[in-house]
């Protein structure tokens, strides 16, 4: 099938042959995306120019500051959890974490408009989770410093298209992963690995399941796949269970919130301490402050596993919502 590519194409083709600086070659790259049609006819060419883009950007980036990991992928880790969203090309990543967050990643109707990693901070009840927009992910290229970035975070969510073979994207997902490694939690890790693994909470979302009709190929795609991890249908666009993709990372992150309060006083219920799921009284004292530790007494904790103001000691074993008073 011929490609039938209009005259602008070629303009900006040929603004891209005399680009000097690899953000003028992007810049041209782009716009060629933009306007080359969609059909099979051009089905190479707009990968080959996917791939140009990539290339383009990581150079633009090591021209400005050195390292990726002094620069694109060096941020403050904010939040109770850090969520990387990790995906192939255009499946919504950017329009979730701007949909969600603060954050203004780029959204654009062409592949590798993300080339690197956006933080935005997303409140629930009363912390806040860091989701993390990253470059696509293919198997034709995955930026170097993506495997860090993804090995660091607390937890991993896949998104996919669910109009573009869900399958082959989410098989692909799993298999880039396991190249670099990084297995679900919870499932069977290859033997004959030389290294140790890296072992992730994940989750995956569907996105794109729009109508009842989407309903039905979603539930196709879940049989399929017989995924062994977390997986919610939602739709960016729509708003659809975006609500529960927030709490499912509270059900996964395995932490729980306590309070603190001096004798005589009412707690402070806005500013939560956050820890492991298991802490005990000894650990929050040692979050705290270390002298709390060396002078820790007892403590009466108000909470749904004790009766009011019950006197704890130091192995005692914290739960959710449990507020603490200490005595040194």
């Not at 090591?62 to 904010?78: L, P, V």
């Amino acid at each position: 099938m011929p490609a039938n590519l209009p005259p602008q194409y070629f303009d900006a083709e040929r603004r891209y042959r005399e680009a000097k600086t690899p953000e003028e070659k992007v810049e041209a790259l782009e716009e060629m995306l933009v306007i080359m049609p969609k059909h099979k006819g051009t089905d190479k060419l707009r990968a080959g120019l996917t791939r140009k883009i990539s290339k383009f950007k990581s150079q633009s980036q090591k021209k400005k500051g050195g390292s990726k990991r002094e620069t694109a992928y060096s941020f403050d880790r904010e939040g109770a959890v850090q969520v990387v969203i990790i995906g192939p090309p255009n499946p919504g990543k950017s329009s979730l974490v701007a949909g969600l967050t603060n954050a203004k990643p780029e959204i654009a109707g062409f592949p590798h408009s993300t080339w690197k990693p956006t933080p935005g901070m997303v409140p629930y009840e009363n912390i806040q989770f860091q989701l993390v927009d990253t470059p696509p992910i293919t198997k034709d290229y995955m930026d170097p410093w993506m495997g860090d970035l993804i090995r660091r975070s607390d937890i991993v969510a896949i998104l996919i298209d669910l109009h573009r073979d869900p399958l082959r994207q989410f098989e692909d997902i799993l298999s880039l992963l396991q190249d670099l490694r990084i297995f679900p939690e919870g499932l069977p890790v290859p033997q004959e690995l030389e290294k140790p693994p890296f072992i992730k909470k994940m989750m995956a979302l569907v996105n794109k399941v729009d109508n009842s009709g989407d309903e039905e190929d979603y539930k196709i795609f879940l049989e399929l796949s017989e995924i062994k991890i977390p997986c919610l249908a939602i739709s960016v666009k729509a708003g659809r269970n975006l609500d529960k993709f927030v709490q499912m990372i509270y059900d996964l992150s395995g932490i729980i919130r306590v309070f603190t309060k001096a004798p005589g006083k009412k707690p402070d219920l806005a500013h939560p301490f956050v820890v492991p799921k298991k802490s005990t009284l000894e650990e929050l004292a040692a979050k705290i402050h270390k002298d709390f530790v060396v002078n820790l007494k007892f403590a009466r904790i108000w909470g749904s596993s004790v009766f009011d103001g019950q006197m704890v000691q130091r192995d005692h074993v914290l739960q959710d919502g449990d507020v603490i008073e200490i005595h040194t």
